[in-house]
């Protein structure tokens, strides 16, 4: 005598037809990134604790000091919203150009600048606060810093 099952066929069947119903449904559109992340990955000079707002002053500083925007160090469409963006993204040659001049900048004011300010203040006793690089020192609104001397007259 054959055992009694709730006919396992059927239930085969049912089970066939839901993977294939499953399978056949468009996969699901990946997550629209947030913006600002939760957290930030991926930082590399910058301080890993940075506050949110604080790293977006940051930034905003760094690309109004050399003239440019997001899309220049970081995977993304000018023009896109910024939740589509992505800020993990090493794929950019001036993300890393980036970093090494955030390092420059931090070597000079951190290990050049003190040795300077006290002969600046006997030069200028008068003077009050403490100088710092920053990428505007050189960038000035432009990309690429003009390296040119000023010759006598004016010209270069």
Do not use: W
């Amino acid at each position: 005598m054959r055992p009694r099952h709730a006919h396992p066929p059927l239930i085969t069947l049912a089970a066939a037809l839901a993977a294939a119903v499953l399978l056949a449904l468009p996969a699901a559109a990946p997550r629209a990134g947030e913006f600002p992340p939760e957290s930030f990955q991926n930082l590399q000079v910058l301080p890993k604790d940075m506050g949110t707002r604080e790293l977006i002053d940051t930034m905003k500083a760094i690309s109004m000091s050399l003239g440019t925007r997001c899309p220049q160090c970081h995977v993304g469409e000018e023009g896109q919203d910024l939740s589509t963006f992505d800020f993990v993204s090493d794929e950019k040659p001036a993300k890393q150009v980036a970093r090494e001049m955030l390092r420059m900048t931090r070597t000079i004011n951190m290990n050049l600048l003190p040795g300077v300010v006290p002969l600046l203040k006997q030069l200028e006793p008068e003077m009050t606060g403490t100088p710092e690089v920053t990428c505007a020192t050189c960038h000035r609104g432009k990309m690429h810093p003009d390296s040119s001397i000023p010759r006598p007259g004016g010209g270069r």
